[in-house]
Structures are given as structure tokens and as C-alpha cells.
Nanobody, 123 residues
């Protein structure tokens, strides 16, 4: 499975951004998709995850209410819409995929990773 994340960029405090993750190499609907992020000098942390068909989503407390994860299985693409962005949201955002059933938050449970896209929030 190959994952390609895109859509990062520079956004002002309070702004919005949507990052995308395109998957190839396997039936997209068989994959649970997760988003993680890593800020400079910090460990990678979970952001959000979505089940294979999309009805179940799971968010980190730090983004809950400000972010929405979604997917379009017909386009082999997952999205993370981020609103009310804060400087502490600045990080490289990675999408990941797993073959399991559950939308989980543990990085080690994901089998495939994309290269990341940088989101910078300026104050």
C-alpha cells in the first residue's frame, strides 16, 4: 500500500486547512485510515482515525470539535479537515493505514505510512 499525503501549507491562526491522503496498491475500503502528526522535537501523536466504511471516527482530545476526518472510497482518498487552527497544531501530518477492523490511536497498530505533509500555523 502506498499513501500520498498532500494539502499542507501555511495558515494563519484561526484558519482552516484540509489535508488529503490518496492510497494505492490495495482496495481502499479494506483499510482503516489514521492521521498522526509530529511537531519539531516532539513524538508522533495520534490525531484522528476512520473506519473502513466511514461511519466510525475517533479523535484526539486536542483536535476534537475542530477537526473532521472523512473518506471517499470511490476516490481512494481520506481527508482531514482542520478548523480553528492554533500554533500548537503546527506539525508534519502523516496518514497511515491498517488492515484491521478498528479505528485505533496507536501508531504501532498501523501497517503503512505516507511521507507526511507540513502544516504551519502562524500567529
Amino acid at each position: 500500500v502506498q499513501l500520498q499525503a498532500s494539502g499542507g501549507g501555511l495558515v494563519q491562526l484561526g484558519g482552516s486547512l484540509r489535508v488529503s491522503c490518496v492510497a494505492s496498491g490495495r482496495t481502499f475500503s479494506s483499510l482503516v485510515i489514521g492521521w498522526f502528526r509530529q511537531a519539531p522535537e516532539k513524538e508522533r501523536e495520534f490525531v484522528a482515525a476512520i473506519s473502513r466504511s466511514g461511519p466510525i471516527t475517533y479523535y484526539a482530545d486536542s483536535v476534537k470539535g475542530r477537526s473532521t476526518i472523512s473518506r471517499d472510497n470511490a476516490k481512494n482518498t481520506a481527508y482531514l479537515q482542520m478548523n480553528s487552527l492554533r500554533p500548537e497544531d503546527t506539525a508534519v501530518y502523516y496518514c497511515a493505514a491498517r488492515m484491521g477492523i478498528s479505528a485505533v490511536s496507536t501508531a504501532k497498530d498501523y501497517d503503512y505510512w505516507g511521507q507526511g505533509t507540513l502544516v504551519t500555523v502562524s500567529s
